[in-house]
């Protein structure tokens, strides 16, 4: 039998009993990559490009979004494009 931290990332989805722990498994099996960035920007332009730079290589976009000086909700919705 193999320990939980040997088997692959969409195995230990399935098991795992909270929707969000599946979701970030599922994603960093589709990705193949279980890295994060913790993103410490203070402009909306600058946090897009950021995303648009690194998106594809990584699972978690970590912002600190209260710093952001022009935040509005068009920022959200372009993140979760």
């Known amino acids: ?5 040997q ?3 969409a195995s230990r ?4 009993q909270h929707p969000v722990a599946k979701q970030l498994f599922v994603t ?3 990705k193949q ?6 993103a410490d920007v203070s402009t909306k332009a ?3 490009a950021l995303a648009d730079k690194v998106g594809p290589y990584i699972c978690v976009l970590k ?4 710093v952001i000086s022009d935040f509005d909700t068009d920022l959200v919705e372009q993140l979760q494009a």
Not at 1 to 5: H, R, V
Not at 13 to 16: L, W, Y
């Open 7 to 9: 088997q692959t990332y």
């Open 28 to 30: 960093m099996e589709r």
């Open 46 to 48: 600058e946090l897009l």
């Open 63 to 66: 912002t600190h979004i209260d």
């Open 13 to 16: 989805g399935e098991r795992h």
């Open 33 to 38: 990559s279980n890295l994060s960035l913790a």
């Open 1 to 5: 039998m193999t320990s939980f931290s």
